[in-house]
C-alpha cells in the first residue's frame, strides 16, 4: 500500500497542527510526515499533511496562496489579536455603515506592508516570539511585505465583521484584523479563522480528523494524493528510459527539449519522478528525486 502521499485534513479547533498531524500519522500507519502551513488551535479548516517522500514537496507548498473566512471582534483588542489573548482594551464601536467600512478595507487590499505579530512562531535571537510574548516582553519586529489579492467583507453588526481573505504566503490574518480595527480607531481581534484553501488544494476535498480516525489504515491510505498534485505550476517534463534512468541516478542532463526553464516536474514513462531545474537551453538538474520502491 502506498505510503507516499499527500493528505488533504479538515483540521477542528483547540488542536494544533503538529497534534492534528500526529493523529493523522497514528490513523495512516506512517512516520515520516510534516505539514505545509500551520494553523493555530483556535483555527479550523484545510491542513495539507505529507506522508513519505511526498514531504519533499511541502516547501513548495509553503509558498502557495491561502484563503481564509474570518471574524472580526471590533470594539476589544487583545495581546494576541485573538479570542485566545488578554483583552488590553475595549472601546465603544462607532456605528458604521456598509460604505465606511468598505473604505477602509480598500486600504488593505493589494501589496501591503504587514509586522507580524509577537504571538508568532517566527523567532527572534533563537527564541520563538510567542515564547518572548508569553514572558511579557515584547520585541521589535521588521514590516513584511504581503498580498491581500481579495478582501471581501460578506456580513457586519454592530461589533462584528465577517471577511473572506486571499492572501500571500505569510500573511497573518490575526495582524490584518488588528490593523483593519485601528483604521476604523476602534480597535479589534480575530475571534474565528477557518482556511479554505492552500494552493492548489481546496477545502471542500478534505477529510475530518474524526472521519480519517474511523477508517481502516488501508482505507485511510487510500485517501493519500500522488505528490505531483501539489506541483500543477511547474511545468511538464517526459524523459525516454535512458534519461530517465540517468536523472535518476542523480545526473544531470543535456538533451532535453529546448524552452523549459526553472523548476519542472520530471516523469518518466510511468511514473513522476521528481522535480529538476531547467536553464531553457535543453540542460536539466536533479532538485528533489523520488525514489522507486
Do not use: W
Not at 501591503?112 to 516570539?129: F, N, V
Not at 498534485?229 to 534519461?243: C, M
Amino acid at each position: 500500500m502506498n505510503t507516499d502521499g499527500i493528505l488533504l485534513l479538515d483540521k477542528p479547533l483547540g488542536l494544533s497542527s503538529n497534534q492534528a498531524l500526529g493523529r493523522a500519522r497514528r490513523a495512516l500507519g506512517i512516520r515520516k510526515a510534516g505539514h505545509a502551513g500551520t494553523l493555530d488551535p483556535m483555527a479550523s479548516g484545510l491542513l495539507v499533511l505529507c506522508f513519505g517522500q511526498a514531504t519533499k514537496v511541502a516547501g513548495y507548498l509553503l509558498e502557495a496562496d491561502k484563503r481564509y473566512e474570518a471574524t472580526v471582534r471590533l470594539g476589544v483588542s487583545t495581546d494576541s489579536g485573538d479570542a485566545e489573548g488578554a483583552v488590553l482594551e475595549s472601546r465603544p464601536v462607532p456605528d458604521f455603515s456598509a460604505d465606511e467600512i468598505e473604505a477602509v478595507l480598500d486600504k488593505f487590499r493589494g501589496a501591503i506592508e504587514q509586522t507580524p505579530p509577537m504571538y508568532s512562531a517566527l523567532k527572534h535571537k533563537g527564541k520563538r516570539l510567542y515564547e518572548l510574548a508569553r514572558q511579557g516582553k515584547t520585541v521589535e519586529r521588521k514590516p513584511r511585505a504581503v498580498t491581500i489579492h481579495a478582501l471581501t467583507l460578506t456580513d457586519f453588526s454592530e461589533k462584528e465583521l465577517q471577511l473572506t481573505v486571499h492572501c500571500s504566503k505569510g500573511t497573518y490574518v490575526r495582524s490584518l484584523a488588528m490593523d483593519i480595527g485601528r483604521a476604523l480607531g476602534c480597535g479589534a481581534h480575530l475571534t474565528a479563522l477557518r482556511r479554505t484553501a492552500s494552493q492548489p488544494f481546496e477545502l471542500a476535498a478534505a477529510v475530518s480528523l474524526d472521519g480519517l480516525e474511523a477508517l481502516a489504515e488501508d482505507a485511510a491510505r487510500r485517501l493519500l494524493i500522488a505528490p505531483d498534485r501539489a506541483l500543477p505550476h511547474f511545468p511538464k517534463i517526459t524523459l525516454d528510459d535512458r534519461q530517465a534512468r540517468r536523472i535518476s541516478q542523480g545526473q544531470r542532463l543535456a538533451d532535453i527539449e529546448a524552452g523549459h526553464s526553472g523548476l519542472v516536474r520530471i516523469y518518466g514513462a510511468h511514473r513522476f519522478l521528481g522535480i529538476g531545474e531547467a536553464d531553457g537551453r535543453g540542460r536539466l538538474k536533479p532538485v528533489r528525486l523520488f525514489v522507486s520502491d
